[in-house]
Nanobody, 120 residues
């Protein structure tokens, strides 16, 4: 049993910044890749950014240079710093983690999602 809880969503004006956090709790032996996805109404879910345990990152072209993903392995937490926000960034943001739960078992877990709205 693993739970991912996101925080930090809200309403911001274009050009401003917002930071998201996602903490994993439960029976966790290790976490490989963690990431952030987003889904807007009527749109397909897309990967925003991901980060390996060693710190290698990958970003969607639409957010490169504006968003930064990071993690704290000791706290089993992943962060997303979003700068220069645009209206098209509006979506529900979900965190994801590839979690080792013991006995050689690995599962893909998802958070409940947090709403980010960028509007003037």
């Amino acid at each position: 049993q693993v739970q991912l809880v996101e925080s930090g969503g809200g309403l911001v004006q274009p050009g401003r910044s917002l930071g998201l956090s996602c903490a994993a709790s439960g029976i966790i032996f290790s976490i490989n890749t963690m990431g952030w996805y987003r889904q807007a109404p009527g749109k397909q879910r897309e990967l925003v950014a991901s980060i390996t345990r060693g710190g290698s990152t990958n970003y969607a072209d639409s957010v490169k240079g504006r968003f930064t993903i990071s993690r704290d392995n000791a706290k089993n937490t992943v962060y997303l710093q979003m700068n220069s926000l645009k209206p098209e960034d509006t979506a529900v943001y979900y965190c994801n983690a590839d979690v080792g739960v013991g006995a050689g078992r690995w599962y893909d877990y998802w958070g409940q999602g947090t709403q980010v709205t960028v509007s003037s």
